[in-house]
């Protein structure tokens, strides 16, 4: 389960709705790929179709999709929005990373 803190939910439904996507019946699509700093990046992007092997999920009225390999790094996942003078973006609070780098897009186990 990855879970949407309200910070962030208000700026993916923001986002989607300026990208042409409805939050009600689109995703967000949370992935892992190699790269970064510290050996594997966090990818989002929104999304319309579900794969046949993508986990789905909804936290905070937002739907988000898996793909299986992505979800074994990701379980227990949050995934925060930091805005402001000093924000970074979205943030994902990972409990499964050893490390990571200092702007927190990249991680190792």
Known sequence: M???SDTAKKRVVLLMT???YDASKDF???GVKS???SGLSYELKFDDKVG???KVF???DVR?????KSFLYLVGTTLEYSGGLNGKGFVFNNPNAQRTCGCGESFSL
């Open 2 to 4: 990855i879970q949407v």
């Open 18 to 20: 300026e990208e042409g």
């Open 28 to 30: 967000i699509r949370v």
């Open 35 to 37: 790269g970064g700093c």
């Open 52 to 54: 046949e092997t993508d």
């Open 58 to 60: 909804e936290d905070n």
């Open 64 to 68: 988000i999709i898996v793909d299986k």
